[in-house]
């Protein structure tokens, strides 16, 4: 469970909840009328004891006023929201409490006494407290359930999104399940850190204060009534979501990422407090569906959260919430109190003076050093802490304690404190004021822009002169927007609650006296001027603004911005003409006779194309052409839309005349466009490049898928840029619908693309033919190799086995299957006496004794035989077709060369043998 501690007193009472306190009487008068009209009617004189009764109490009952004595629980309770809610033990039920004296606590039981005269409405209302009670048991309830059981008494849970408290209360933005919940912590918050809570999951237990329309939920809103009903579930962190140009979010193809969060980051444009904020960054606008009541300023940087929805005319961020973004961090804290810094041994004890204040050091001025100080009050807003005192020549902010309540400007005060380094200057945290007396107001310097840009006229007593361009609410607070020709500066007047919005003062001419302060940038610099104004009082008017101002003269769209020496500079100008295009978040486009022109408004209104409007706004000067900003419209009719300009992207670059007005060119596309909130479209004209956006996107007329290269003819209104000479540098069409765009030519097959994919597969398969030539080449060289070494094997082992064969010490022969002798070695010729030639191609048998002859010739078909079983080897290799055979000499008697005819031969020593 978290624990909290805070200073902060109460705001005013806030209008919005005293509406939904009083919402709960409403409905409890329409379920009084249902339940009498079933019969459950109270008798006549018979005293009111539970809350049951009390909402079945009829009007003719009411106007008798029964008496009333109910006892229950205090579940709720917050005096400065006028709360209190009590439990009777099967109910609950709502009571103003301002109608009694007593302040009660919750978790107490009281008795209730009056003269009933309505559901809620006593007479004569009394609340005594009986003592400590016992809060009921809750009954348990989704977030998308909180449309039922409206003020009843319920328990929810749900991860924190954000954490604020600038309504004095802590306010906690709960989700669940695509659903988000605004949960109030009643009574003063404890601390102004509510960081723990942020990301964690929690069970919140309070009173169910949501709106909702049937059984549909139209908001979700739950009173707490302390941070004891806050319980941390799980303190688990979500990680941090990136933050998002709006860009890229309208562009981006749609997909399931719509499901989950997206974080941008921008510029408040227009904040509507539990319904929308507008937020824009350099490359978009988008809106936000919000329910937080966050008193922001119009010009706040935030960061919003939400998930994006294309699914209606306009891209937006439902179920979003945000924060404002906090100013740079000090580099010295000013929340550590007095004596977290040590003081300087040269430090004065005590300053009397704002002009000594003003030469401390950021580093001096933190050491918190007492000051007491005499002057005048210019300026006091407890409410923002806001106060200015001047003496003499001099002066200073003061942060005012809320609770000085009392502190006028005009009053001569005694002011003790100590010192703080501030944002911009020096500035005094106040703890004590005293009243001496009533004085006047300092006479104002009267100054320009460029007489405080330096700043040395911070939180002076200053005059200024401008036009009043706009005029907003900011938490009870009157903002006016100026401008000179030198620039433009703020006002804040307060006081505003319950009275109305001074607008009679836009496009009039004002001076405004008021305590100046700097605005600075996150380097501390200088970047802006506000004057706080304790009143109207101190705003006069110098000259009026028309008490008509649609009655003035209409000016051409193409004179806006041109020198007009009957037209008062920095004055509004009206201008009529045809809306042509609608620009959701900021306005609309329109055109007359003369040329077309973007205005800028806040204006709920909604137009339509081909409306005529009158349109008042403050010329601005754009990047290349003028526009209307803080403009205001009414719709006086209907008309045609204007004719569209035939032309090329060439010749509105070179004229730069058709800006804001409706044409129509012909260009091939670029690239195929995807399904987005914003689809863009690159196109090309000749040579050059450009754009076209479609400005009002519906999921019910999505544009057809055109293929890169189509050949396409747009119509939309043409927007140009500038470049730093405000020359055209280039431009884009906005168009209104697919209906804008006609197909006149389909891609040809042969594009640019599948040329470049063609010439890529013919690469990839040259490419794969070289590695595979590449590849068998090495492979043949591999494979001659292996046969190389291999012959060369063979020839040396042929060599080997000649050598063998020559010099073998037996006879060694071959012959065919004949009997010829077709090889002999050395050997052989010795012994037959005879050379090789002689031997060569004779039969064996024809070189044996004629007496061995029969037995050769016997023996040699033997041999012939059995080699013909098994081919003969010669060498190691087969001896060709008709096989060889060979032997050793037979050791017979054979005939030698040397011996005549007839002479005896020799024996053969042993039989012939084959080589194998």
């Given at each position: 469970?978290?624990?909290?501690?805070?200073?902060?007193?109460?705001?005013?009472?806030?209008?919005?909840?005293?509406?939904?306190?009083?919402?709960?009487?409403?409905?409890?008068?329409?379920?009084?009328?249902?339940?009498?009209?079933?019969?459950?009617?109270?008798?006549?004189?018979?005293?009111?004891?539970?809350?049951?009764?009390?909402?079945?109490?009829?009007?003719?009952?009411?106007a008798q006023g029964p008496s009333v004595a109910l006892q229950g629980v205090v579940v709720c309770y917050d005096a400065g929201w006028?709360?209190?809610?009590?439990?009777?033990?099967?109910?609950?039920?709502?009571?103003?409490?301002?109608?009694?004296?007593?302040?009660?606590?919750?978790?107490?039981?009281?008795?209730?006494?009056?003269?009933?005269?309505?559901?809620?409405?006593?007479?004569?209302?009394?609340?005594?407290?009986?003592?400590?009670?016992?809060?009921?048991?809750?009954?348990?309830?989704?977030?998308?359930?909180?449309?039922?059981?409206?003020?009843?008494?319920?328990?929810?849970?749900?991860?924190?999104?954000?954490?604020?408290g600038t309504r004095g209360r802590l306010a906690l933005l709960l989700h669940d399940k695509g659903q988000n919940c605004l949960a109030?912590?009643?009574?003063?918050?404890?601390?102004?850190?509510?960081?723990?809570?942020?990301?964690?999951?929690?069970?919140?237990?309070?009173?169910?204060?949501?709106?909702?329309?049937?059984?549909?939920?139209?908001?979700?809103?739950?009173?707490?009534?302390?941070?004891?009903?806050?319980?941390?579930?799980?303190?688990?962190?979500?990680?941090?979501?990136?933050?998002?140009?709006?860009?890229?979010?309208?562009?981006?193809?749609?997909?399931?990422?719509?499901?989950?969060?997206?974080?941008?980051?921008?510029?408040?444009?227009?904040?509507?407090?539990?319904?929308?904020?507008?937020?824009?960054?350099?490359?978009?606008?988008?809106?936000?569906?919000?329910?937080?009541?966050?008193?922001?300023?119009?010009?706040?940087?935030?960061?919003?959260?939400?998930?994006?929805?294309?699914?209606?005319?306009?891209?937006?961020?439902?179920?979003?919430?945000?924060?404002?973004?906090?100013?740079?961090?000090?580099?010295?804290?000013?929340?550590?109190?007095?004596?977290?810094?040590?003081?300087?041994?040269?430090?004065?004890?005590?300053?009397?003076?704002?002009?000594?204040?003003?030469?401390?050091?950021?580093?001096?001025?933190?050491?918190?050093?007492?000051?007491?100080?005499?002057?005048?009050?210019?300026y006091a807003d407890p409410e923002w802490r806001n106060g200015f005192l001047q003496d003499k020549g001099d002066a200073i902010y003061?942060?005012?304690?809320?609770?000085?309540?009392?502190?006028?400007?005009?009053?001569?005060?005694?002011?003790?404190?100590?010192?703080?380094?501030?944002?911009?200057?020096?500035?005094?945290?106040?703890?004590?004021?005293?009243?001496?007396?009533?004085?006047?107001?300092?006479?104002?310097?009267?100054?320009?822009?460029?007489?405080?840009?330096?700043?040395?006229?911070?939180?002076?007593?200053?005059?200024?002169?401008?036009?009043?361009?706009?005029?907003?609410?900011?938490?009870?607070?009157?903002?006016?927007?100026?401008?000179?020709?030198?620039?433009?500066?703020?006002?804040?007047?307060?006081?505003?609650?319950?009275?109305?919005?001074?607008?009679?003062?836009?496009?009039?001419?004002?001076?405004?006296?008021?305590?100046?302060?700097?605005?600075?940038?996150?380097?501390?610099?200088?970047?802006?001027?506000?004057?706080?104004?304790?009143?109207?009082?101190?705003?006069?008017?110098?000259?009026?603004?028309?008490?008509?101002?649609?009655?003035?003269?209409?000016?051409?769209?193409?004179?806006?911005?041109?020198?007009?020496?009957?037209?008062?500079?920095?004055?509004?100008?009206?201008?009529?003409?045809?809306?042509?295009?609608?620009?959701?978040?900021?306005?609309?486009?329109?055109?007359?006779?003369?040329?077309?022109?973007?205005?800028?408004?806040?204006?709920?209104?909604?137009?339509?194309?081909?409306?005529?409007?009158?349109?008042?706004?403050?010329?601005?000067?754009?990047?290349?052409?003028?526009?209307?900003?803080?403009?205001?419209?009414?719709?006086?009719?209907?008309?045609?839309?204007?004719?569209?300009?035939?032309?090329?992207?060439?010749?509105?670059?070179?004229?730069?005349?058709?800006?804001?007005?409706?044409?129509?060119?012909?260009?091939?596309?670029?690239?195929?466009?995807?399904?987005?909130?914003?689809?863009?479209?690159?196109?090309?004209?000749?040579?050059?490049?450009?754009?076209?956006?479609?400005?009002?996107?519906?999921?019910?007329?999505?544009?057809?898928?055109?293929?890169?290269?189509?050949?396409?003819?747009?119509?939309?209104?043409?927007?140009?840029?500038?470049?730093?000479?405000?020359?055209?540098?280039?431009?884009?069409?906005?168009?209104?619908?697919?209906?804008?765009?006609?197909?006149?030519?389909?891609?040809?097959?042969?594009?640019?693309?599948?040329?470049?994919?063609?010439?890529?597969?013919?690469?990839?398969?040259?490419?794969?033919?070289?590695?595979?030539?590449?590849?068998?080449?090495?492979?043949?060289?591999?494979?001659?190799?292996?046969?190389?070494?291999?012959?060369?094997?063979?020839?040396?082992?042929?060599?080997?086995?000649?050598?063998?064969?020559?010099?073998?010490?037996?006879?060694?022969?071959?012959?065919?299957?004949?009997?010829?002798?077709?090889?002999?070695?050395?050997?052989?010729?010795?012994?037959?006496?005879?050379?090789?030639?002689?031997?060569?191609?004779?039969?064996?048998?024809?070189?044996?004794?004629?007496?061995?002859?029969?037995?050769?010739?016997?023996?040699?078909?033997?041999?012939?035989?059995?080699?013909?079983?098994?081919?003969?080897?010669?060498?190691?290799?087969?001896?060709?077709?008709?096989?060889?055979?060979?032997?050793?000499?037979?050791?017979?008697?054979?005939?030698?060369?040397?011996?005549?005819?007839?002479?005896?031969?020799?024996?053969?020593?042993?039989?012939?043998?084959?080589?194998?």
């Amino acid at each position: 469970m978290s624990k909290f501690q805070c200073g902060d007193e109460t705001s005013p009472p806030l209008t919005h909840h005293r509406h939904l306190a009083w919402s709960v009487s409403a409905a409890g008068v329409a379920l009084l009328l249902l339940v009498s009209s079933l019969g459950f009617a109270q008798t006549p004189g018979e005293e009111l004891t539970t809350l049951r009764q009390l909402k079945n109490l009829t009007p003719a009952q009411a106007a008798q006023g029964p008496s009333v004595a109910l006892q229950g629980v205090v579940v709720c309770y917050d005096a400065g929201w006028h709360q209190l809610y009590v439990h009777d033990g099967r109910e609950t039920l709502y009571f103003n409490a301002d109608d009694f004296g007593t302040q009660p606590e919750t978790g107490q039981a009281v008795l209730i006494t009056g003269r009933a005269r309505g559901t809620n409405v006593l007479e004569g209302a009394n609340l005594t407290v009986l003592g400590p009670g016992t809060l009921p048991p809750p009954k348990r309830l989704e977030l998308s359930e909180l449309a039922n059981d409206h003020g009843e008494w319920i328990e929810v849970a749900g991860r924190v999104l954000s954490a604020e408290g600038t309504r004095g209360r802590l306010a906690l933005l709960l989700h669940d399940k695509g659903q988000n919940c605004l949960a109030y912590v009643l009574g003063s918050p404890p601390t102004n850190d509510f960081r723990p809570l942020l990301g964690c999951q929690v069970r919140l237990r309070g009173i169910n204060a949501s709106k909702a329309t049937g059984s549909r939920l139209e908001s979700a809103t739950l009173f707490v009534p302390g941070f004891s009903q806050i319980v941390t579930l799980d303190t688990a962190r979500p990680p941090p979501i990136p933050v998002l140009s709006i860009g890229s979010l309208l562009n981006r193809e749609l997909g399931a990422w719509t499901n989950t969060w997206v974080h941008v980051n921008g510029l408040v444009v227009s904040y509507q407090p539990g319904q929308s904020i507008v937020v824009k960054d350099p490359t978009g606008v988008i809106s936000a569906q919000v329910i937080q009541l966050t008193e922001i300023r119009g010009d706040e940087r935030v960061d919003v959260w939400g998930f994006f929805d294309a699914d209606s005319d306009e891209a937006f961020l439902r179920n979003a919430y945000f924060e404002v973004v906090a100013p740079p961090t000090q580099e010295l804290s000013l929340s550590a109190g007095p004596g977290a810094l040590s003081k300087s041994p040269n430090s004065p004890a005590l300053i009397t003076q704002v002009s000594d204040i003003l030469k401390l050091r950021r580093d001096e001025a933190a050491q918190h050093i007492p000051v007491r100080l005499h002057g005048v009050i210019t300026y006091a807003d407890p409410e923002w802490r806001n106060g200015f005192l001047q003496d003499k020549g001099d002066a200073i902010y003061v942060s005012l304690d809320p609770n000085e309540k009392n502190l006028l400007p005009g009053q001569w005060v005694e002011l003790s404190g100590q010192t703080s380094p501030g944002g911009f200057a020096p500035e005094v945290l106040a703890s004590s004021i005293q009243v001496l007396g009533l004085t006047n107001l300092p006479v104002p310097a009267r100054v320009d822009l460029e007489d405080l840009a330096n700043g040395h006229l911070d939180a002076h007593w200053v005059e200024m002169e401008g036009v009043v361009r706009r005029v907003d609410e900011q938490s009870r607070h009157a903002n006016l927007s100026l401008i000179t020709p030198k620039g433009r500066f703020s006002a804040i007047i307060p006081g505003s609650e319950g009275k109305p919005l001074p607008e009679h003062l836009i496009d009039a001419l004002v001076r405004v006296q008021g305590a100046c302060t700097s605005e600075m940038n996150v380097r501390r610099q200088l970047s802006g001027i506000t004057l706080h104004v304790p009143s109207l009082d101190q705003v006069t008017i110098f000259e009026a603004p028309s008490a008509d101002p649609f009655a003035v003269p209409a000016t051409p769209v193409a004179a806006v911005a041109t020198f007009d020496p009957n037209r008062l500079a920095g004055r509004r100008v009206k201008v009529e003409g045809v809306v042509t295009l609608r620009i959701p978040g900021q306005g609309f486009i329109l055109q007359d006779n003369s040329g077309g022109l973007r205005v800028l408004t806040r204006q709920t209104n909604a137009v339509r194309m081909g409306d005529l409007v009158e349109v008042l706004g403050f010329p601005a000067i754009g990047d290349f052409s003028p526009y209307l900003e803080e403009a205001v419209f009414r719709r006086t009719g209907a008309g045609p839309l204007p004719g569209r300009t035939k032309t090329t992207a060439d010749q509105i670059l070179l004229h730069g005349t058709n800006d804001s007005q409706m044409v129509e060119l012909e260009a091939r596309l670029l690239q195929s466009v995807p399904r987005s909130a914003n689809p863009q479209f690159v196109l090309q004209d000749g040579p050059i490049i450009f754009t076209a956006h479609l400005a009002n996107q519906s999921p019910r007329s999505e544009v057809p898928a055109f293929q890169s290269g189509s050949l396409l003819r747009l119509t939309g209104v043409c927007s140009v840029q500038g470049g730093e000479r405000h020359e055209p540098e280039t431009f884009r069409l906005l168009l209104r619908g697919p209906e804008d765009i006609e197909l006149l030519a389909t891609s040809p097959w042969w594009t640019s693309r599948r040329a470049f994919m063609v010439a890529g597969g013919m690469l990839l398969a040259i490419t794969a033919a070289l590695a595979w030539v590449a590849l068998l080449r090495r492979q043949v060289q591999t494979q001659t190799k292996l046969i190389r070494q291999k012959l060369e094997d063979e020839a040396a082992l042929e060599e080997r086995y000649r050598e063998l064969f020559e010099n073998a010490t037996d006879m060694l022969y071959t012959h065919d299957p004949e009997g010829r002798l077709t090889s002999i070695n050395q050997t052989g010729e010795r012994l037959l006496y005879r050379n090789r030639q002689d031997i060569l191609s004779r039969s064996l048998v024809d070189l044996v004794a004629e007496e061995q002859q029969g037995a050769a010739r016997q023996w040699l078909e033997a041999v012939l035989g059995t080699a013909g079983r098994r081919p003969p080897m010669a060498g190691g290799r087969p001896a060709g077709r008709r096989p060889a055979y060979n032997g050793v000499g037979f050791r017979g008697r054979l005939r030698p060369a040397r011996e005549a005819g007839n002479q005896h031969a020799l024996n053969h020593a042993g039989r012939p043998r084959r080589r194998s």
